[in-house]
């Protein structure tokens, strides 16, 4: 079960740049996504950035105490939020922040297991569809969008928010060329439409955020998958013939756990580049899905606060295993001692 970004969603992403502008949101402040991975993710997160505000990736997963602290900390004045998340995190949510809830989809209701009544819309709820619907798709996009507000805990205490300004032409460029690399897209950014990719993890964590996003900018086919299933997986790049993934180790670890009847039953031809990072991939898990998908799989290694700093092909990986690659263009490593020096 899965879903696409159509062209359409253009409109319905200017209408809901439109909606947030009537609810007093303005260039700078923030609008926080609890959801699934689903089409509105889209819609809300871009339309917030049409307007100069910034989208809050929630991790749907919080407990009430660390909802309720995102929620402070990032000011958010709109909360976009499924319809099953709220009830357990209401009252996480500061006075005065405007709430619009938006409606399970047969997909997300199969992938969870969610029945009727958990997903129903809570009483006097304002609707995310007929909200949206109510405003004229009449907001031009700004020539930069505001990045996504991930929160990391790479240090420690509280998560931190990742809030980053807003780049010169200079550093906006040098980035969509750092992920064009990451995702193997540098070769069609001139036609995007000869890639078909498929978001299949969580879109609050950093890396399948900054590829959903950039996919969406680049104007590639997008395939929403609600969560991953490893033969799901494989049926979805045989029918819809996906050419781009996005992936973590432990994706790869599941994949290889099929029985071998089901590995092989499917058609995978179609995939030309496949990018896995966040976290250390065994050699023998690497390996094995090299073995397995041909020589596609390619690393990079970075953080939320800074971006992907070093790039890994196959060949690279087997002559070398074990590394991460090499820095790429524009990137800058240095190893540092306790005192800082070089």
Sequence with gaps: H?????????????????????LGVVPGDCVALCLRNDIPF????????????????????????????LMIDSGAKVLVIHADLLAPLRTGVPEG???????????????????????KMPEGALNWETWLESFP????????????????????GRPKGVKRATPTPEQSATSSAMLALSYGFAELLDRPSEIVTAI???IYHSAPNAHANFSFRSGANIVVTPRFDPED??????????????MVPIMFNRLLKLPKDVRTKYDLSSLRFVAHA?????????????DWWGPIINEYY?????????????????????TVGRAIPNAEIRILDAAGKE
């Design 278 to 290: 966040a976290a250390p991939c065994a050699p023998d898990v690497k390996r094995a899905m090299i």
């Design 233 to 246: 997986l494989l049926r979805l790049i045989e029918r819809r013939r996906i050419t781009h993934l996005n």
């Design 2 to 22: 899965c879903s696409c970004v159509r062209p359409e969603a253009q409109s319905r992403i200017s209408q809901a740049a439109t909606g947030f502008r009537s």
């Design 42 to 69: 889209f819609e809300a997160g871009i339309g917030a950035g049409h307007i100069g505000a910034f989208r809050v990736a929630d991790d749907w997963h919080y407990t009430l105490d660390e909802f309720r602290y």
């Design 137 to 156: 798709a009449d907001v031009a996009p700004p020539a930069e969008i505001p990045s996504t507000i991930i929160y990391t805990s790479g240090t420690t």
């Design 302 to 322: 970075g953080t939320t606060e800074t971006g992907n700093v070093t790039f890994c092909t196959s060949a690279e990986w087997l002559a070398h295993p074990g």
């Design 200 to 202: 299949v993890g969580p």
């Design 97 to 119: 922040v405007t709430v619009i809830v938006v409606p399970i989809p047969d997909e997300i209701r199969c992938a969870y297991g969610l029945d009727d009544e958990l997903t």
